[in-house]
């Protein structure tokens, strides 16, 4: 890093043309990007999304979208075989060619009237969101109400209708939200530095963020990139750039305090703080493998548009900042309202009284944080159910939900599953009266049989996100499986093959990256039990994180407060598994920061106590203003019109809090001190075969760690 320092600085015309040059690319890339990238949600490795693809390209309708569901409540004394009632949705199905509609009238299917023998009800498929038709909700009531006899209602619902009040489209833009996101930054950089000096780090955002678009703009040429990217590059590099400028600012004044100038003072902030970013970026990087690795496009594409972020982070602050510092950092560095290179009296003194008080300090935080994970046990994964949904959902919608659960129609019937089959094969006889299943239809009429092929319905009992639902699917693949040609489609059916494709591969991924994190970690702190309590420490967090996604989403409390959302009742599920990927480098950034300056003051003084004072008195101030910079930032995210992103971002930003004060600040000081000497454990055979360098492997042989003492 020293060498790499010194020749930055020797070329500093060239890092800041190229960086400029970058920079004004960056922004005329930005206003391109948006129409560049893609809404598209597909699992092409799934047998759901071959059934659907299959399904659109003979009937263009249905499969990745759920029906819509007109209820029909007709008044007293009238009967559903009342010809009124065929002709409402003989209307319904005139409306748009393209609809494929079942019902009582067009079977003759008595699972299609509710137990009071007056509601009726009846599945409209529609083609998939952008193939035109605008808000067939609206359109169907329209069209059914004049053809039914006086007195009757009609209201549409279905789990996409009463999802419109969650996505409404409204919030803030990108722009906003960074700019939103900047200003909080600037007011937390003010009160760290006390000086101009705070404008720095926001230029190596903006430096940062525009390049990670250029590139980004460019991988859209290659492949699909997800929409999602360009908040997660906006808003996650604001932070992250901002912290990694925080660290390496820090320690620059640090040295000049020191009695360190010029190009010395950044020679050594490089030689450490450098070093920590370095590594800080590699671990933000190897979290994100996980969704590169993946057999799902759009989540590849958010991982490794995602690892631009902290790659290209590290490479503006580690080139750009220097020459930045060595040349203007003085000068800006004006009114000098706070102090710099002492260490923190508040913090050190923190750290002295979390090390005399270790076993509570350490047992409070792990009943804090294994209070959330096991609320994340009760994670439920899949879309949110119509139950809750109902809560916010427009009047129509929720009134046509609670009309059928008065009839005693269950629920499940909003999530159909489609069986696509030859048109000359006979029906499965096990799909009649198979458990789970409320009614099994075969359709007649021409939106139902297209080419050598027709279509079968089967409505399940229990929502397909529900564990009864999911059995349901199962039964149905297992029904049809000895059928050729057979295939069982439907959005339901896809997330849970979607879950599937996640979360199969999960602990694999999850112990490789443990494993290399752990590797990178070890040699970076020449201690195995460091990097072993940070791995341990950062899944306990994400754990703990998961289980605030539970309360205030899942549950409902802080959602509806914040957001003015009920509960969702499940989490989609793609979020948790984005979650990890992001938080698992994130979060690790502030355990290295600290562990890296406990590591460099042991060196000196070879006390672990004073290690633990030391490094929490010189970085406790630091990693609370980082950590608070990327909250802002997370909390300019939650801002966004989609409720998936706000419960991305509520995860991100409770994984962020959490990590840095009750992991960090207590659990953190507080296993250092029980551990002692452990700490500091490199095996010679170890340090032999990371290659730990010479000068920083134990001068002396490893004595035998001593057994768990009360006190240092």
């Not at 009582?104 to 038709?133: E, K, N």
């Not at 059928?404 to 129609?409: D, I, N, S, Y």
């Not at 997370?634 to 019109?641: G, H, I, M, Q």
């Amino acid at each position: 890093m020293l060498r790499f320092s010194h020749f930055v600085l020797r070329h500093k015309l060239a890092v800041v043309l190229s960086w400029l040059v970058l920079f004004l690319a960056g922004g005329a890339a930005a206003g391109r990007l948006s129409g560049e990238l893609t809404q598209e949600f597909s699992f092409p490795s799934t047998a759901a999304q071959e059934a659907n693809d299959a399904i659109l390209a003979e009937y263009g309708t249905g499969a990745t979208t759920y029906p819509l569901v007109p209820v029909v409540v007709l008044p007293a004394g009238a009967g559903v075989d009342d010809p009124a009632l065929a002709r409402a949705f003989d209307a319904a199905a005139a409306l748009d060619p393209r609809l494929r509609v079942v019902s009582y009238p067009g079977t003759g299917d008595r699972r299609f009237v509710g137990t009071d023998g007056r509601t009726v009800f009846g599945l409209v498929f529609p083609p998939p969101p952008g193939a035109g038709g605008g808000d067939y909700g609206e359109r169907l009531t329209r069209a059914m109400t004049p053809a039914l006899p006086p007195g009757a209602t009609v209201h549409v619902t279905g789990l996409n209708e009463l999802a419109a009040a969650h996505d409404t489209g409204t919030g803030t833009g990108v722009l906003a939200e960074t700019l939103i996101g900047g200003l909080g930054a600037l007011v937390v950089l003010a009160f760290v530095f006390g000086s101009l000096l705070a404008l720095v780090p926001l230029l190596v955002a903006a430096v940062s963020i525009l390049t990670t678009f250029l590139v980004v703009l460019g991988l859209t040429g290659i492949a699909d990139v997800s929409f999602i990217v360009q908040f997660l590059a906006a808003l996650i590099g604001l932070g992250v750039a901002i912290d990694y400028s925080l660290l390496l600012v820090t320690r620059w004044r640090e040295e000049r305090a020191h009695g360190h100038h010029g190009d010395e003072a950044v020679h050594r902030a490089m030689a450490s703080a450098g070093r920590a970013v370095l590594f800080s970026g590699v671990t933000v990087a190897i979290g994100l493998i996980a969704l590169v690795l993946l057999p799902v496009p759009f989540l590849r594409s958010v991982g490794y548009g995602g690892m631009l972020v902290p790659v290209i982070s590290v490479l503006v602050t580690l080139t750009l900042l220097p020459v930045l510092l060595a040349t203007v950092g003085h000068r800006v560095d004006v009114p000098r309202l706070r102090r710099s290179g002492t260490v923190g009296r508040g913090w050190s003194a923190w750290a002295g009284g979390v090390v005399r008080a270790r076993w509570l300090a350490a047992g409070g935080a792990l009943l804090v944080l294994g209070a959330l994970a096991v609320s994340a046990a009760r994670i439920d994964l899949g879309d949110a159910r119509s139950d809750a949904l109902a809560r916010s959902a427009p009047p129509a919608a929720a009134a046509g939900l609670a009309e059928l659960t008065r009839a005693g129609v269950p629920g499940g019937v909003l999530t159909p599953i489609e069986v696509l089959v030859p048109a000359d094969a006979p029906r499965p006889a096990a799909l009649d009266d198979l458990p789970g299943a409320y009614a099994s239809l075969a359709p007649a009429g021409p939106g139902w049989h297209r080419g050598n092929t027709r279509l079968l319905v089967v409505l399940p009992s229990d929502e397909a996100s529900s564990d009864a639902g999911k059995a349901t699917i199962t039964r149905v693949r297992d029904a049809v499986r000895a059928l050729p040609g057979a295939r069982v489609g439907g959005f339901g059916v896809l997330s849970m093959d979607a879950e599937e494709a996640l979360y199969g591969p999960f602990p694999l991924l999850l112990a490789v990256i443990g494993l290399i994190t752990f590797v990178l970690l070890t040699r970076a702190f020449r201690s195995v039990l460091l990097a072993l309590k940070a791995v341990l420490l950062n899944l306990l967090s994400l754990a703990a994180s998961y289980g605030v996604l539970v309360l205030v989403w899942q549950d409902g409390y802080g959602s509806r407060l914040l957001w003015d959302i009920p509960a969702t009742g499940a989490i989609t599920f793609w979020v948790p598994l984005m979650g990890f990927a992001f938080l698992y480098g994130l979060s690790m950034d502030y355990e290295v920061f600290i562990l890296a300056r406990m590591r460099e003051e042991y060196d000196r003084t070879g006390d672990t106590r004073a290690a633990i004072v030391e490094g929490i008195g010189r970085t406790g101030r630091l990693v609370t203003s980082a950590a608070l910079i990327l909250f802002l930032s997370f909390v300019s995210l939650s801002t966004a019109p989609s409720t998936d992103i706000k419960i991305l971002a509520t995860g991100l930003g409770a994984g962020i809090l959490l990590d840095a004060t009750v992991v960090r600040s207590l659990l953190v000081p507080a296993t250092v001190s029980l551990l002692g000497r452990w700490n500091w454990w490199l095996p010679g055979w170890l340090a032999r075969l990371l290659l730990v360098p010479r000068a920083s492997a134990p001068a002396a042989p490893e004595p035998v760690p001593a057994p768990l003492a009360p006190s240092i």
